[in-house]
């Protein structure tokens, strides 16, 4: 039976979103009254305390989310909110781009809601675009599946795939026209957004779009912890720019152990006036639609305190794909 309550419940949401009619208050209200009914359909709350929905699951490279993690994404209110906006307005500039072609998606990680299907299809009908799901947690794409069965979306899909998006061969990869990745956390740690560029973006077209088209880590000083309202900030630059960092490796068919080190000169910073650094995870989603600091748990700073006076004179930032995902920093002399 289709869930035509929720159906309306996500039309009306999403269509009052992209109108620019809803307050923040209202959004999140909105969402949560989209995850209740969606933790009905599925039996999956976000919040349980079983094992199985509680672990991360290993990748080629990296983890990807456990369940529950992957579930409460959707209640990252301006994340969702941003990414739906920004995965709209890609699908109607390819239409515009291709008048009449069927526009074909491609989602990797899709978690058990599927939001990006489940909240964004009803909104076209399905000779307008189609979707291709991956998912490496064979509960999570069950669960998508049961959930996209329940609202009569299936006529949306073109397949379901139970595989690992880090070393993942896309059929036809050229029919694709935007590619969704939302597989970050905050500072690129663990997860795969990194190694599934690798291997995922040579496979597309050139015209591929993909969401979030870009990662940046910023590097920032701070006279007082991120508390302190006084704070003020001198602007390093990115540390890491994940599009410019795959691109330097165009043609090299093997994922590398680790990106080019970025190492900053501290003597030239005036660092004996700041006492904290400051590392910032900013989404580039699509087009203007950004995601900055504090909108997401994605772009939580991290903080770092100086112990003055310094011993050292570099900073030495490494990214390393393994043996764990994770940005390393180290000091020198």
Same mark, same amino acid.
């Given at each position: 039976?289709?869930?035509?309550?929720?159906?309306?419940?996500?039309?009306?949401?999403?269509?009052?979103?992209?109108?620019?009619?809803?307050?923040?208050?209202?959004?999140?209200?909105?969402?949560?009254?989209?995850?209740?009914?969606?933790?009905?359909?599925?039996?999956?709350?976000?919040?349980?305390?079983?094992?199985?929905?509680?672990?991360?699951?290993?990748?080629?490279?990296?983890?990807?989310?456990?369940?529950?993690?992957?579930?409460?994404?959707?209640?990252?209110?301006?994340?969702?909110?941003?990414?739906?906006?920004?995965?709209?307005?890609?699908?109607?500039?390819?239409?515009?781009?291709?008048?009449?072609?069927?526009?074909?998606?491609?989602?990797?990680?899709?978690?058990?809601?599927?939001?990006?299907?489940?909240?964004?299809?009803?909104?076209?009908?399905?000779?307008?675009?189609?979707? /291709?799901? %991956?998912?490496?947690? $064979?509960?999570? *794409?069950?669960?998508?599946?049961?959930?996209?069965?329940?609202?009569? +979306?299936? &006529?949306?899909?073109?397949?379901?795939?139970?595989?690992?998006?880090?070393?993942?061969?896309?059929?036809?990869?050229?029919?694709?026209?935007?590619?969704?990745?939302?597989?970050?956390?905050?500072?690129?740690?663990?997860?795969?957004?990194?190694?599934?560029?690798?291997?995922?973006?040579?496979?597309?077209?050139?015209?591929?779009?993909?969401?979030?088209?870009?990662?940046?880590?910023?590097?920032?000083?701070?006279?007082?912890?991120?508390?302190?309202?006084?704070?003020?900030?001198?602007?390093?630059?990115?540390?890491?720019?994940?599009?410019?960092?795959?691109?330097?490796?165009?043609?090299?068919?093997?994922?590398? /152990?680790? %990106?080019?080190?970025? $190492?900053?000169? *501290?003597?030239?910073?005036?660092?004996?006036?700041?006492?904290?650094? +400051?590392? &910032?995870?900013?989404?580039?989603?699509?087009?203007?639609?950004?995601?900055?600091?504090?909108?997401?748990?994605?772009?939580?700073?991290?903080?770092?305190?100086?112990?003055?006076?310094?011993?050292?004179?570099?900073?030495?930032?490494?990214?390393?794909?393994?043996?764990?995902?994770?940005?390393?920093?180290?000091?020198?002399?």
């Amino acid at each position: 039976m289709i869930e035509k309550e929720t159906i309306s419940v996500i039309k009306k949401f999403t269509s009052a979103l992209l109108e620019n009619s809803l307050n923040q208050a209202e959004i999140e209200k909105s969402l949560n009254e989209i995850h209740a009914h969606f933790q009905r359909i599925t039996d999956i709350t976000g919040f349980d305390s079983k094992i199985e929905h509680l672990a991360a699951v290993p990748t080629a490279k990296g983890k990807a989310l456990g369940l529950n993690h992957a579930a409460q994404c959707l209640l990252d209110h301006k994340r969702t909110v941003k990414f739906l906006q920004a995965i709209v307005a890609a699908i109607k500039a390819k239409q515009k781009e291709q008048p009449g072609e069927v526009i074909n998606l491609f989602y990797a990680g899709c978690g058990p809601y599927a939001p990006f299907i489940t909240l964004v299809a009803p909104l076209f009908h399905c000779e307008e675009v189609q979707f /291709s799901l %991956l998912e490496i947690n $064979k509960k999570s *794409l069950d669960s998508s599946k049961r959930l996209i069965n329940s609202l009569g +979306l299936n &006529d949306y899909i073109q397949e379901f795939y139970l595989e690992d998006a880090v070393i993942f061969d896309v059929q036809n990869a050229d029919s694709f026209h935007i590619l969704i990745s939302e597989t970050l956390d905050a500072l690129l740690y663990r997860e795969c957004y990194v190694p599934i560029l690798f291997n995922l973006l040579p496979q597309f077209n050139e015209n591929i779009t993909l969401i979030p088209e870009n990662v940046l880590i910023n590097l920032s000083l701070a006279t007082q912890t991120k508390s302190n309202q006084d704070s003020t900030e001198y602007n390093v630059g990115s540390i890491l720019n994940v599009r410019e960092s795959v691109a330097s490796y165009a043609g090299v068919r093997q994922t590398p /152990s680790n %990106l080019t080190d970025e $190492k900053i000169d *501290l003597s030239t910073l005036e660092i004996k006036n700041y006492e904290t650094i +400051l590392l &910032d995870t900013q989404v580039h989603i699509y087009d203007d639609i950004w995601l900055n600091r504090n909108e997401s748990q994605l772009t939580q700073p991290l903080g770092i305190k100086l112990e003055h006076p310094l011993q050292y004179n570099t900073i030495i930032f490494t990214y390393y794909l393994e043996p764990e995902i994770e940005l390393k920093c180290t000091f020198q002399q």
